[in-house]
Structure formats: structure tokens, C-alpha cells
């Protein structure tokens, strides 16, 4: 019989029935608007003060490098410490440096030098928040078979955010300006240290009895990662994606004004629209039962992100341009929720800190180099021709990784077997030895 709605929502929500999730998703829904709502009024006072695409380009890299080169050391402080504490103190710290920024901008003395060390000060804290939240997630979810479906509804979260917070900040720049935005960003980190601090967690689990030397460790996880196939796959095409396809977003100021004749508000739409595409490929994919074909949503995501971008890059209409970027927010959302999903049920348990945290140097680390060099290539030979590029290269890793995808294939089955991630893999394992091989289930 078919399902019912009831029971379908049940299954889109089920990580939900995790207390501890559901404390996690209440705080992050509401700092999250905020955090969109910030990140689009910096893009707009950046380009408001200067008029410089180059100038984006730098805030953004400022931003972001810090994850290039802490990250790592926040993986080793995540397999080892409380992870909730940790959280604790980097949300606090993002809540200073929204106010600081408010204050500036309120009072009329904010400079762009101010913006680009704040956004130093705030890639500082994002590099150890981001892994360490990305790792904690498996905490928090009672039940491992939900795992999935929490990093699906997690990113789901991010994108229902970004749907709202560009919309409110597009209307609020308009109208009161900017530093309204940051205020309210502030203000909005105490609803997620409320959810922490409530939490009740089990102790975990100590995997080694000696702690070694930090660098040691990060080699340990570095050999881990990236001499297993699967792992070095996804993290390398993220990497690619991120350096060439997702500096985008540090452009799309650029052409609201320039090639759309518009203002904040048509900033804000066009974000917006890539947050509904994002929260459509997030929704999709916490409607999955399981990680099987994700192997192939990986390939096709992110042929839809390079068409996303591609089309945005070349259209001079404004409905258009909502509709890619509606298609590459679909794209680029699915193919990250579908990597991390990957990531997150192959991997060892004590070394989740710091894969993690790779994965986020990758998906961002790398980005400050993106929007960095788009800025100076949007300068350079224009907006249009840095976003073609970049569709292109994603083109090529998308190719990439289809060719490689059945070697990737082989070496997940028989891990996913012996966790027992996957109840139909494991299953029908048991006649598999006397059968022709078949494509792999996990992916």
C-alpha cells in the first residue's frame, strides 16, 4: 500500500526523534537566519562602500583562510575534547563579532579595513566551529540509522535559512541599513547556546589511552583519509567545486547591479532563490531511506551546479536568473549533503574530528582562493567569463569522479557491510558470494 503523508513526514523528520537533535535544530534554525542575514548585508555594504568586485573578493578571502589553515588543528581538538563545550565558546565568540560589527556600522565609523578584520576574526571562529559542529552531529542522534537523514535535515536547516535571512536582509538594508542585520545576528546566537547547554549527552567513548603530539595526530588522520580512495575522491572533488564553481556567491552583487539594473532587494531575491534550490536538494535527500545511489546524485549534482552557474553567468533577465540560480543552489547543496552523508557513515569513529575537518577545508578552506581569484578575474575579463570558467572545471571533476565511481563502489561495500549501516546491503550480502557481481548498493 502506499504511504501515507503522515507516515512520509515521519520519515522525512525521523531524526527528530532525537531530543538532543531536536533541541540543535531549534537553536540552529533561529542563528541561522541571522548568520544569511549578515552574510548578505557584508556582501552589500562591501560593494556600497568600495564599488569594487576585487574588494568582495578579499573580504571573502579573508573570511574563509583561516579554515584553510586551522581547521585541521580544530579536527584533533574535536576526536579529543567536548565537542559541546567547544561549540559553547565558538558560538559565544560569533555572537562578539556580530555586535562589534553593529557597532561599527551603526555609529557611521565603519571602514572597509574594519570589515575585512572582523571577517578575519570571524574565519578564526568559523575554522574550529564548523568541523567541530560537523562531527558533533553523530552525538547528538540517538539512533545511527538516522545519521543520514540528521546531515540531510542539518543542511535542509542551513538552506530554509537562506531562503529567509537574504530576503529579511535585502528588505532591512533598504530601509534601515545595514547594521540592523548584524544586531540581530548577534542576538540570535543565544537561542543555539540555550539548545547546547540543555543538551543531555552520553559520555563518549575513549578510543586511544596515550594522546600524542598534535601533528603527529593530524598525519595520522591525513594518512587515513587520503590513502583510502573513496574519502581522497570526495574531498578532492569538493575541493575542485569549491575553488571554481562557489565563488558564484561572491559575484551575484555584481550582477544584481550591474547586469540586472537592480539593488538589494533583487541581491536578496537572487540569493533567496538559490536558498529555496538548496533547500529543495536537502529536502530530497532527507526523503532518502538510505545512502544507496548517492554515488550517482554526487555525479549529477554537480552537472546541475556547473548548469546553474553557467546560465546566471550569460542572463540578462531578471526570471532567469532566479531560475539558475534556483538550479545551481540545488546542485551545489546536493552535492555537499551528499558528500558529507558519504563521509560521515564510512569513516572511523576516531578519526571523525579530523576527516571532518578536512572536509571543511576542502568545501571551505579552499574557497578564499575561489573568491580571491574570481574577484581578481571578474576584474580582469568580467564577471560572465569567470563564471563559465568555473562551470566548466566542475564539469571536468563531475566527469572525473563518473569514471572512478565503481572503483569507489568496491572499497565502500564491504565496509558498509561490516557496520551494518545498511540493513539491505548487509542482508544480501549473505548469497553474494555465490552471485555475478552487481553495482554497488552504497552508492
Same mark, same amino acid.
Given at each position: 500500500?502506499?504511504?501515507?503523508?503522515?507516515?512520509?513526514?515521519?520519515?522525512?523528520?525521523?531524526?527528530?526523534?532525537?531530543?538532543?537533535?531536536?533541541?540543535? $535544530?531549534?537553536?540552529?534554525?533561529?542563528?541561522?537566519?541571522?548568520?544569511?542575514?549578515?552574510?548578505?548585508?557584508?556582501?552589500? &555594504?562591501?560593494?556600497?562602500?568600495?564599488?569594487?568586485?576585487?574588494?568582495?573578493?578579499?573580504?571573502?578571502?579573508?573570511?574563509?583562510?583561516?579554515?584553510?589553515?586551522?581547521?585541521?588543528?580544530?579536527?584533533?581538538?574535536?576526536?579529543?575534547?567536548?565537542?559541546?563545550?567547544?561549540?559553547?565558546?565558538?558560538?559565544?565568540?560569533?555572537?562578539?563579532?556580530?555586535?562589534?560589527?553593529?557597532?561599527?556600522?551603526?555609529?557611521?565609523?565603519?571602514?572597509?579595513?574594519?570589515?575585512?578584520?572582523?571577517?578575519?576574526?570571524?574565519?578564526?571562529?568559523?575554522?574550529?566551529?564548523?568541523?567541530?559542529?560537523?562531527?558533533?552531529?553523530?552525538?547528538?542522534?540517538?539512533?545511527?540509522?538516522?545519521?543520514?537523514?540528521?546531515?540531510?535535515?542539518?543542511?535542509?536547516?542551513?538552506?530554509?535559512?537562506?531562503?529567509?535571512?537574504?530576503?529579511?536582509?535585502?528588505?532591512?538594508?533598504?530601509?534601515?541599513?545595514?547594521?540592523?542585520?548584524?544586531?540581530?545576528?548577534?542576538?540570535?546566537?543565544?537561542?543555539?547556546? &540555550?539548545?547546547?547547554?540543555?543538551?543531555?549527552?552520553?559520555?563518549?567513548?575513549?578510543?586511544?589511552?596515550?594522546?600524542?603530539?598534535?601533528?603527529?595526530?593530524?598525519?595520522?588522520?591525513?594518512?587515513?583519509?587520503?590513502?583510502?580512495?573513496?574519502?581522497?575522491?570526495?574531498?578532492?572533488?569538493?575541493?575542485?567545486?569549491?575553488?571554481?564553481?562557489?565563488?558564484?556567491?561572491?559575484?551575484?552583487?555584481?550582477?544584481?547591479?550591474?547586469?540586472?539594473?537592480?539593488?538589494?532587494?533583487?541581491?536578496?531575491? &537572487?540569493?533567496?532563490?538559490?536558498?529555496?534550490?538548496?533547500?529543495?536538494?536537502? $529536502?530530497?535527500?532527507?526523503?532518502?531511506?538510505?545512502?544507496?545511489?548517492?554515488?550517482?546524485?554526487?555525479? &549529477?549534482?554537480?552537472?546541475?551546479?556547473?548548469?546553474?552557474?553557467?546560465?546566471?553567468?550569460?542572463?540578462?533577465?531578471?526570471?532567469?536568473?532566479?531560475?539558475?540560480?534556483?538550479?545551481?543552489?540545488?546542485?551545489?547543496?546536493?552535492?555537499?549533503?551528499?558528500?558529507?552523508?558519504?563521509?560521515?557513515?564510512?569513516?572511523?569513529?576516531?578519526?571523525?574530528?579530523?576527516?571532518?575537518?578536512?572536509?571543511?577545508?576542502?568545501?571551505?578552506?579552499?574557497?578564499?582562493?575561489?573568491?580571491?581569484?574570481?574577484?581578481?578575474?571578474?576584474?580582469?575579463?568580467?564577471?560572465?567569463?569567470?563564471?563559465?570558467?568555473?562551470?566548466?572545471?566542475?564539469?571536468?571533476?563531475?566527469?572525473?569522479?563518473?569514471?572512478?565511481?565503481?572503483?569507489?563502489? $568496491?572499497?565502500?561495500?564491504?565496509?558498509? $557491510?561490516?557496520?551494518?549501516?545498511?540493513?539491505?546491503?548487509?542482508?544480501?550480502?549473505?548469497?553474494?558470494?555465490?552471485?555475478?557481481?552487481?553495482?554497488?548498493?552504497?552508492?
Amino acid at each position: 500500500m502506499p504511504s501515507s503523508p503522515r507516515s512520509g513526514i515521519k520519515t522525512l523528520l525521523r531524526a527528530l526523534r532525537s531530543r538532543n537533535y531536536r533541541l540543535f $535544530v531549534a537553536g540552529q534554525s533561529v542563528s541561522l537566519v541571522g548568520t544569511w542575514m549578515q552574510q548578505v548585508a557584508m556582501s552589500w &555594504l562591501v560593494y556600497r562602500l568600495t564599488g569594487s568586485a576585487f574588494l568582495l573578493g578579499v573580504v571573502g578571502f579573508t573570511s574563509q583562510i583561516p579554515t584553510f589553515l586551522l581547521a585541521p588543528v580544530a579536527g584533533v581538538l574535536a576526536d579529543r575534547w567536548n565537542r559541546r563545550r567547544l561549540l559553547m565558546v565558538t558560538q559565544a565568540l560569533a555572537m562578539v563579532q556580530a555586535a562589534l560589527l553593529a557597532a561599527a556600522v551603526i555609529s557611521g565609523l565603519v571602514q572597509i579595513w574594519h570589515i575585512i578584520v572582523l571577517s578575519l576574526l570571524l574565519g578564526v571562529v568559523n575554522a574550529f566551529d564548523i568541523p567541530i559542529r560537523q562531527s558533533f552531529v553523530v552525538e547528538m542522534v540517538a539512533h545511527r540509522e538516522d545519521l543520514g537523514n540528521a546531515i540531510a535535515l542539518n543542511s535542509s536547516m542551513v538552506n530554509g535559512a537562506r531562503m529567509i535571512g537574504p530576503t529579511i536582509a535585502g528588505l532591512l538594508v533598504a530601509s534601515v541599513g545595514e547594521g540592523i542585520c548584524f544586531m540581530l545576528n548577534s542576538i540570535s546566537y543565544l537561542a543555539v547556546l &540555550l539548545a547546547l547547554a540543555a543538551m543531555r549527552l552520553a559520555p563518549r567513548p575513549h578510543h586511544r589511552a596515550e594522546r600524542r603530539h598534535v601533528f603527529h595526530e593530524l598525519r595520522e588522520g591525513f594518512t587515513y583519509a587520503f590513502g583510502f580512495g573513496p574519502i581522497r575522491s570526495i574531498l578532492l572533488l569538493i575541493a575542485l567545486v569549491s575553488l571554481t564553481g562557489m565563488p558564484y556567491a561572491v559575484l551575484v552583487p555584481v550582477f544584481a547591479k550591474e547586469i540586472l539594473h537592480g539593488g538589494a532587494h533583487t541581491f536578496g531575491f &537572487l540569493m533567496t532563490a538559490g536558498g529555496c534550490g538548496a533547500l529543495a536538494g536537502t $529536502v530530497y535527500l532527507a526523503s532518502r531511506k538510505s545512502v544507496i545511489g548517492l554515488g550517482r546524485v554526487i555525479v &549529477l549534482s554537480s552537472v546541475l551546479f556547473a548548469a546553474g552557474i553557467a546560465v546566471f553567468a550569460v542572463s540578462r533577465y531578471f526570471v532567469l536568473s532566479m531560475a539558475s540560480m534556483t538550479l545551481a543552489g540545488f546542485g551545489a547543496m546536493t552535492l555537499v549533503a551528499s558528500c558529507n552523508t558519504v563521509l560521515q557513515t564510512i569513516l572511523e569513529e576516531d578519526k571523525r574530528g579530523r576527516v571532518m575537518s578536512f572536509f571543511t577545508v576542502a568545501f571551505v578552506g579552499i574557497a578564499p582562493f575561489g573568491s580571491f581569484g574570481a574577484g581578481a578575474m571578474a576584474g580582469t575579463v568580467g564577471p560572465r567569463e569567470t563564471l563559465l570558467f568555473g562551470a566548466a572545471c566542475c564539469l571536468v571533476g563531475a566527469a572525473l569522479f563518473a569514471k572512478y565511481l565503481p572503483q569507489i563502489r $568496491v572499497m565502500v561495500r564491504p565496509i558498509y $557491510v561490516r557496520m551494518g549501516i545498511i540493513k539491505e546491503v548487509a542482508e544480501g550480502m549473505e548469497t553474494a558470494a555465490e552471485q555475478p557481481p552487481m553495482p554497488d548498493a552504497s552508492k
